[in-house]
Nanobody, 121 residues
């Protein structure tokens, strides 16, 4: 099994910053992609940022220039630095990891339980 644990959420004022962390552990041969998703009340879960094992990143348009995703392959960890936060960034943020347990072999996706980010004055 694979465990995914997020941390770093909280309450912050508009314009502030937060850093989210996500660590994956367990039966992992290789992590192919790690990413952050978010779900606001009454809305569907949406992708925020992803990073592949070769360091390629992608961001949803609404966070470009404000959020930065980075990873530590040796520690199976991914971070999301969030700056210039806005009230519309308020959501539960989830970490998703896509792993291979053997190679060659299928990819498996695992989700963390989520961490709340609230941007409010």
């Amino acid at each position: 099994q694979v465990q995914v644990v997020e941390s770093g959420g909280g309450l912050v004022q508009p314009g502030g910053s937060l850093r989210l962390s996500c660590a994956a552990s367990g039966n992992i041969f290789r992590i192919n992609v790690m990413g952050w998703y978010r779900q606001a009340p009454g809305k569907e879960r949406e992708p925020v940022a992803t990073i592949t094992n070769d360091g390629s990143t992608s961001y949803t348009d609404s966070v470009k220039g404000r959020f930065t995703i980075s990873g530590d392959n040796a520690k199976n960890t991914v971070f999301l630095q969030m700056n210039s936060l806005k009230p519309e960034d308020t959501a539960v943020y989830y970490c998703k990891v896509t792993v291979q347990k053997i190679t060659p072999g299928p990819m498996w996706a695992y989700w963390g339980q989520g961490t709340q980010v609230t941007v409010s004055s």
